[in-house]
DNA sequence: ACCCATTATGACCGTATGGTCATATTAAAA
DNA sequence: TTTTAATATGACCATACGGTCATAATGGGT
C-alpha cells in the first residue's frame, strides 16, 4: 500500500539501510525538515532510485512509522507477558527499564516520536498519535486496575487521573533520558544503568507514596 | 543588541504587532520552518522591511525568545509572592492554574517553548532550554524546601527526585491543556475552566498521596 | 518650497526543496 | 547473441527559502 513493489524486490539489507537512513532523517529534521536529497547522498543512490521505492514523501514516512509502531507495540506486550505475575509497582519499574533499552536500542525511533508530538506538519499526525498514546494509556489502566483488584492500588481515587499521572511521570522520565535539559537537574541524560536504575527505583517509590507529610 | 535601532522608533502597537506575527509563525512552524516571507505578507509589509528591523532571522527569534521569557519569569515570581503563605500543596494547585491562565492569554508563548523542546534547529536552543528549564525546577525547588519547613513534605526522599515529579506532572497537565491527545483519556485540551479546576485537585491529591495502598 | 535623514519597497540573487522522466544500465530469458 | 523486462540515473522543473540593495516614498525642520 506505501511501498512500490520495487522496494520489497531490493536485497533486504538493502531495504533496511534505506529504512535506517531515512528514520535517522525524519527523526532529526522532523517530516517537513527532513530533505529527500540528504537520505538518497546519504545512501548513494541516486534521487529517482527513491522515487522507484515510495511515491512519494509521505509514502516513505508512513511506511518507516508503521516499521517504528509495531517495534513499540511488540516490546510493551512483552514486557506486560512477561511481568504477569509481579507486584504492580515492580511492573511500572520493569516498563520504565525497558522503555531505557528500547531507546538504547533503537534510538531515532524515540526521538521521532517526540518530534511528530510537538509538529503539526507531520501528514495524519492526530491520528499517528492516538495511535500510539491509545496503546500506551491502555497498557497502564490495565496495569492499574489488574493491580487495585491485588490490592495494591487505591481505590478512592479517579482510574483515568492515576493513569495520567503515571503516563506524565514515565514518559518524562524517558524524555530525560534521551534528551538533555530536560530533567530538572536529575541529570539522567544517558547515564549509566546502575544509575538509572536507582533513580527508578526512587521515582516508582514517590508514584507510590506520593510527596506529602 | 539583537533589534535595530529602526525597529523601537516604530509606533508601539506596530512594534507589537510585527513580534505577536513573528511569535505565532515560529510558534507554529518552529525556527527553520518559519517563513520570513509569510511573516511579511501577513503583515502586509515589504520583505526589505523586517531586515530594517531585525539583522536576520536569528535575530528576530532570540529577541522574540527574550520577550517570551520574561513574561514567564514575572508570572512565576507573582504566583509565588501571591501564595507566600499558603500551604504547599495549594501553592502548587495555584501554580497549576496560573500555567493555564498563562497559555489562555499567550497561547503562542507555550507552543513555541514546545516547539523548541524537541528542535535541535533552534540557534542556541540548549541555552535557551536551559535558562526555561532552570528558572522552573529552582521555583519547585524554594517550593518544596519551605513545605518541608512547614512539616508538610517528606523528608525521607530526595528532593531532587520530588522536583522531578512534580515538575513532569505539571509540565504534562500544561501540555494537555495546549495540546490534544496528549492527556491519555483525560480530554484536558481546551476544557473550560470548572473542570479544570476539579482535575487539577485531583491530580495534587494524587501528589501528595501517592497512587499506592 | 526645499532639504535630508529616516523608513519602505520589491525585483533580484544563490541555494535548496520535492518530484519527474526520458534514457542508460543491468541481468535474466530466449 | 538477441530480446525484454526490471532497475538505476541525474538533468531538469516549478517553487520556496533567507537575504540584499538600489531606489522610492515619507515627513519634520528650516
Same mark, same amino acid.
Given at each position: ?7 520489497? *524486490? !531490493?536485497?533486504? @539489507? ?21 530533505? +529527500? ?26 511506511? +518507516? ?5 509495531? !517495534? ?9 507477558? @512477561? ?8 511492573? +511500572? ?19 521521532? $516520536? ?19 498514546? !491509545? ?22 481515587? *479517579? ?17 530525560? $533520558? ?7 537537574? !536529575? ?27
Amino acid at each position: 500500500m506505501e511501498a512500490k513493489k520495487t522496494f520489497f *524486490n !531490493l536485497p533486504e @539489507e538493502k531495504q533496511k539501510r534505506v529504512l535506517e537512513t531515512a528514520l535517522e532523517e525524519f527523526s532529526e529534521k522532523g517530516y517537513e525538515g527532513a530533505s +529527500i536529497n540528504l537520505i538518497v547522498s546519504k545512501l548513494g543512490i541516486a534521487k529517482g532510485s527513491i522515487y522507484q521505492y515510495f511515491t512519494d514523501k509521505k509514502s516513505l514516512f508512513l511506511f +518507516i512509522f508503521d516499521y517504528a509502531v509495531e !517495534l513499540i507495540r511488540k516490546t510493551l506486550k512483552q514486557v506486560k507477558h @512477561e511481568t504477569k505475575e509481579e507486584p504492580t509497582f515492580e511492573r +511500572i519499574r520493569r516498563s520504565l527499564l525497558a522503555g531505557v533499552d528500547f531507546i538504547e536500542r533503537h534510538p531515532f525511533i524515540y526521538r521521532g $516520536y517526540l518530534k511528530m508530538m510537538f509538529e503539526r506538519e507531520a501528514p495524519f499526525r492526530q491520528e499517528l498519535l492516538q495511535r500510539i498514546r !491509545l496503546f500506551s494509556s491502555e497498557y497502564l489502566t490495565s496495569l492499574l486496575l489488574e493491580g487495585r483488584e491485588k490490592g495494591e492500588i487505591r481505590k478512592d481515587m *479517579n482510574l483515568e487521573t492515576m493513569v495520567f499521572l503515571l503516563d506524565a511521570v514515565m514518559d518524562r522520565f524517558l524524555q530525560a $533520558y534521551a534528551t538533555p535539559y530536560l530533567d530538572s537537574g !536529575l541529570n539522567l541524560h544517558r547515564m549509566k544503568r546502575s544509575e538509572i536504575e536507582r533513580h527508578v527505583d526512587e521515582i516508582v517509590k514517590l508514584i507510590s507514596k506520593g510527596i506529602g507529610r
